[in-house]
Structure formats: C-alpha cells, structure tokens
C-alpha cells in the first residue's frame, strides 16, 4: 500500500516538473507501475525462497544416528565398570537419553538432540573418570611396588658388602 503511494506521488511530481500533458504522464506512470511491479514480483519469489529454504533448514530430522551413538557410548562406559567408578555421570547419560527418546516419541527433534548431546557428553565424563580412577589405582599399585623394591634392594646391597679396613 506504501509503495503504490510513492509511485502516485512520483507521477504527479514527474508531471508537475515536466509539465506534461496528461497521456504523457500516464505512460510514464504506467511504465514505472511496470517495472515496480516486476521488482515487486522479483523481491516476493526471492522472499518466498529464502522463508521456503529456512523452512526446509528447520525442518529437523530424526537423530537416530546420535541416539545410537548414545547407547552405544552408555554400554561402553558400563563394561569399564563406570557403574562403579562414576555412577552419577552414568546414570546422567541414562536419564537424557530416556528424555531423547521420549522426545522423539514426541516429534520434538531438536530438542531431543540437545538431550542425546547432553547423554554423550555425560558418558564420555563417565569415561574418562572411570578411566582416571583406574589409572590412579594402577599408579598406587605401581607405587607400591616400587617402595617393596626399593626395600628389598636396599638391604640386600649393603649386607653384600663388606668394607674391611
């Protein structure tokens, strides 16, 4: 409505500088009625790609592959034994993905891939504290070994020699 405004407002504009007769005017005016229509139409096709292109961006599929990632993730902390060494994170990574699927059940994508994202995130922490824990054992273990050789050696090399003066 605007625009049809401002191309009547430039024709009696245009006719007031030229002085024009009248079908002069008109041809004038319809001309630019012309080509503001043509970009009218241009700018509406572009506008309807761009809203059709957001819509198909939108439009989010299923994270089917990311909820077997997820399970996948949760099965593999469970047989390092996270149950035992991280049993929060664990149980975390179960509670999202049971909000994930209950999301897709829903037809609620993204939100269901935030919670699978959030599930892999808390079996990887899983992971790597029960991984972190073994290796904190085995440096325990290691250390002990070490102190139960060094008792061992130590007594032995000073009663293997004999300093005779």
């Given at each position: 409505?605007?625009?049809?405004?401002?191309?009547?407002?430039?024709?009696?504009?245009?006719?007031?500088?030229?002085?024009?007769?009248?079908?002069?005017?008109?041809?004038?005016?319809?001309?630019?009625?012309?080509?503001?229509?043509?970009?009218?139409?241009?700018?509406?096709?572009?506008?309807?790609?761009?809203?059709?292109?957001?819509?198909a961006c939108t439009s989010v599929q299923?994270?089917?592959?990311l909820a077997t990632q997820a399970r996948?993730?949760?099965?593999?902390?469970?047989?390092?034994?996270a149950d035992k060494g991280a049993p929060?994170?664990?149980?975390?990574?179960?509670?999202?993905?049971?909000?994930?699927?209950?999301?897709?059940?829903?037809?609620?994508?993204?939100?269901?891939?935030?919670?699978?994202?959030?599930?892999?995130?808390?079996?990887?922490?899983?992971?790597?504290?029960?991984?972190?824990?073994?290796?904190?054992?085995?440096?325990?273990?290691?250390?002990?070994?070490?102190?139960?050789?060094?008792?061992?050696?130590?007594?032995?090399?000073?009663?293997?020699?004999?300093?005779?003066?």
């Amino acid at each position: 409505m605007a625009l049809m405004l401002q191309i009547l407002t430039r024709c009696v504009e245009y006719r007031k500088k030229r002085r024009l007769p009248v079908k002069a005017t008109n041809f004038y005016c319809m001309n630019y009625s012309r080509e503001t229509s043509m970009i009218k139409k241009l700018l509406s096709l572009v506008a309807l790609s761009i809203l059709t292109l957001a819509t198909a961006c939108t439009s989010v599929q299923p994270p089917n592959s990311l909820a077997t990632q997820a399970r996948e993730r949760i099965k593999q902390a469970e047989s390092i034994g996270a149950d035992k060494g991280a049993p929060l994170a664990l149980r975390e990574a179960n509670q999202y993905l049971s909000e994930a699927e209950n999301a897709m059940q829903r037809d609620r994508h993204e939100e269901a891939h935030r919670f699978l994202e959030k599930s892999l995130i808390s079996s990887e922490l899983a992971i790597a504290r029960t991984n972190s824990q073994k290796a904190q054992e085995a440096a325990g273990q290691i250390e002990k070994d070490l102190d139960l050789l060094r008792r061992e050696t130590i007594p032995n090399s000073q009663s293997n020699t004999s300093y005779d003066y």
